[in-house]
């Protein structure tokens, strides 16, 4: 299916459903037991959903040219990207091998990375150079002094990576079937980031985070004043692709392609946005002038934090331009902090009395409720694999 037919399929069965009042549904309502937000949970959720699993990093057009880098702060792990002379994308620990200083913040260009603490410094593939005073260090081997690797891998837009050592990722497999074609078609790996990272701290659990982006049952209600001005409330697309999914939410002036044949519509993208869930943390949301990158992430058990970035369709008009920059700060502080978040952070309290002892994800839900069976069956996996491990030892 090349894109047009994609775009014309998500459009035909947004248009079906707001004549019919309906949406995509799930088989059944899901019960969710309330100890999914514990902290004994979370604590496993981080070793089996999050260090133990390949992350989307950032999109490839966080480091647009050779010879770029980006420091990446996730989790508590502070990662190096770069890109070298040839194009090549590599992950490392932002720790020098002297004394463990913090090498970059931010993004720049360099042909070389230099310690501000003794001018120790590595090339873009992490080796090793110049020492001040080798002397003083007479008898290392240099080879086993390079910057620490993790495994990365660059593909159909995306940068992928690991925060302890693992085996290497392959784009295609971590994507799946599906996926990485329609995400090669979008097209969007030289899109670039507009302004830096804007971190919310949200008064809620990770995964009660999360599931705000992941459907707009709410958007009628909880966004009257906002979204629901321009966008369809309560009709979404659902698509799974393994663990990752796509939805798609429909623009109000979708209705004006009833008015003509499908023949005529042309490009229907400015209709509709995507917005994908990457396994286990990130919502994609896209539409014709921009991408945004919501990285959610753990703090503990009540709390998280979300990386948001937005990046540009490079070629705008100045027109578009200005108004994706316009739009930025009015999606950030007044519809997710505002909104979002906020009601996020007034979720928790009634759970964490033990009187709540579930919640309930309803057939018109069926994108968390794919992300949650997601992470069940992770955690059942990662269970095993240490009863496995202690017998093994025991």
């Not at 790996?189 to 995964?207: F, L, M, S, T």
């Not at 917005?275 to 990285?295: C, E, G, K, M």
């Not at 902090?337 to 709540?356: C, S």
């Amino acid at each position: 299916m090349d894109r047009t037919a994609l775009e014309h399929d998500i459009a035909r069965r947004l248009l079906d459903h707001i004549e019919r009042r309906t949406t995509d549904m799930a088989e059944d309502v899901m019960k969710l037991p309330a100890d999914a937000y514990s902290a004994a949970r979370q604590r496993e959720e981080l070793d089996a959903l999050f260090l133990d699993q390949p992350l989307v990093l950032c999109l490839s057009g966080a480091l647009p040219e050779p010879e770029t880098y980006r420091a990446v702060d996730i989790l508590g792990t502070p990662v190096l990207l770069t890109r070298d002379a040839d194009g090549q994308v590599h992950a490392f620990v932002n720790a020098c091998r002297h004394r463990g200083v913090r090498l970059c913040d931010g993004a720049g260009e360099a042909i070389r990375l230099t310690c501000p603490f003794h001018a120790w410094n590595y090339g873009l593939d992490g080796r090793l150079g110049r020492l001040p005073v080798s002397e003083g260090f007479a008898g290392i081997d240099r080879a086993e002094y390079g910057l620490v690797r993790l495994e990365v891998a660059e593909g159909h837009g995306l940068i992928v990576g690991r925060l302890r050592p693992g085996s290497p990722i392959d784009i295609d497999e971590y994507l799946g079937p599906g996926l990485a074609e329609e995400l090669a078609m979008l097209d969007f790996a030289d899109w670039r980031p507009h302004g830096e990272p804007h971190v919310h701290q949200v008064c809620a659990n990770w995964k009660v985070t999360l599931d705000t982006f992941r459907e707009n049952y709410h958007f009628n209600y909880l966004h009257k004043d906002t979204l629901a001005g321009y966008a369809v409330g309560g009709v979404l697309t659902f698509d799974p692709f393994g663990r990752h999914l796509r939805n798609t939410s429909a623009l109000k002036s979708i209705v004006e392609l009833r008015e003509r044949p499908e023949a005529e519509w042309g490009d229907v993208s400015g209709h509709f946005s995507y917005q994908y869930a990457l396994f286990p943390n990130v919502s994609l949301t896209f539409d014709t002038r921009h991408i945004d990158l919501w990285q959610v992430l753990p703090v503990d058990e009540t709390s998280s934090e979300v990386v948001h970035t937005s990046y540009l369709r490079p070629g705008l008009s100045e027109a578009e331009h200005a108004k994706a920059v316009d739009m930025a700060p009015w999606i950030c502080e007044t519809v997710v902090d505002g909104e979002d978040f906020w009601v996020a952070g007034r979720t928790e309290p009634g759970l964490r009395l033990g009187m709540v002892d579930h919640v309930l994800f309803g057939r018109n839900e069926p994108a968390p409720q794919h992300l949650h069976r997601g992470f069940e069956e992770e955690l059942m996996a990662y269970r095993t694999h240490q009863a496995e491990i202690v017998a093994w030892h025991g």
